[in-house]
């Protein structure tokens, strides 16, 4: 997420919002309010989502998350819909996911907004997003790689072992959705 947001800055956006990924399980609910991005990381027990939100943070302390109530595009919509409702509503919006990411796309589509004119929106994974009308702005995984070492771990694991801890590659995939803020109006 670190080289996403790095990018993000690089194009000019200073007011981000972040779409992420629900941090409990149970019922799928609405999307919680807009928190200042840092508030309370120490309390996210997942430390993917924690690592990536710190990441945004270092890069844009002053930005909001809105926890998504499910991990589809439709909870990404809601999300969305939250973010572009606040005050500061953000130039660009980071989901923590691909699927986020198309509920995000729909949402700034449904406020008569264009990506990526008026809103950046990027994604997470990589994955292949059939009936996009553009390529995703997105970190691409190596999700095959992911579920081997993942399988390494827990073999590790069974066995009474202490597995290391793996980081494996990320790629940045430069896609059709993300664009430099919109100019301030003339005034």
């Known amino acids: 997420m670190a080289e996403l947001a790095g990018f993000v800055s690089a194009l ?5 919002g972040v779409v992420m990924r629900r941090t409990t399980m149970g019922p799928e609910h609405a999307p919680g309010p807009a928190h200042p991005i840092a508030a309370d990381l120490d309390a996210i027990a ?45 130039t660009a919006i980071l989901a923590q996911n691909d699927l986020l990411a198309l509920g995000a796309l729909q949402a700034v589509r449904e406020r008569g907004l264009r990506v990526p004119e008026d809103v950046t929106v990027t994604g997470f994974d990589g994955i292949e997003l059939p009936g996009l009308d553009r390529a995703l702005t997105t970190v ?23 597995p290391e801890s793996v ?16 100019a301030p109006p003339a005034g």
């Open 12 to 16: 000019g956006h200073t007011r981000i």
């Open 46 to 90: 997942n430390p993917t989502i924690r690592g990536r939100l710190e990441a945004v943070a270092e890069a844009f302390p002053h930005a909001v998350r809105v926890e998504a109530g499910g991990r589809d595009a439709a909870a990404g919509a809601a999300a969305a819909r939250a973010l572009l409702d606040h005050p500061t509503a953000p």
């Open 140 to 162: 691409r995984q190596p999700l095959y790689e992911r579920g081997r070492v993942a399988g390494e771990l827990v073999t590790s694991l069974l066995r009474g072992e202490r």
């Open 167 to 182: 980081v494996l590659p990320v790629e940045l995939v430069r896609g059709e959705t993300a664009g430099p803020p919109p």
